[in-house]
């Protein structure tokens, strides 16, 4: 018994489907990791856990390294834009970072008003 199928007759558009589709996958996936990644970066540094930033980086290096970084940062934000929004509406995903803090961001119990008020 001979098998006279042949697997190499796939059509072109056969082949532009599956390659768009592994793209896609990719594309989304790669924005999956990236964002939960950093989310986790900056929530457990600055006490944020509604922001990412698309490089996996510490967040106080990239504040202090913020040229080129932040631009590779900027430029991801437009090219993950689409695959974002629907992240963000429909699964309530964390949102880019939109500018760098000029100063670190201190969560401390010692700068809450609350306290200083209770203190006193």
């Given at each position: 018994m001979r098998c006279n199928a042949k697997f190499t007759d796939v059509s072109r558009g056969s082949r532009f489907v599956i390659l768009l589709g592994f793209?896609?996958?990719c594309y989304v996936g790669s924005h999956f990791v990236l964002s939960r990644t950093s989310a986790r970066l900056v929530n457990a540094e600055w006490g944020i856990?509604?922001?990412f930033i698309y490089l996996p980086?510490?967040?106080n290096f990239l504040a202090a390294h913020d040229g080129p970084l932040l631009t590779i940062h900027y430029v991801l934000?437009?090219?993950y834009a689409p695959v974002w929004f629907v992240d963000h509406q429909i699964f309530g995903g964390p949102r880019p970072l939109l500018f760098m803090p000029m100063f670190k961001i201190?969560?401390?119990?010692q700068n809450r008003v609350d306290e200083w008020?209770?203190?006193v």
């Open positions: 793209f896609l996958v856990s509604e922001t980086v510490d967040p934000r437009v090219i201190d969560t401390s119990a008020n209770t203190a």
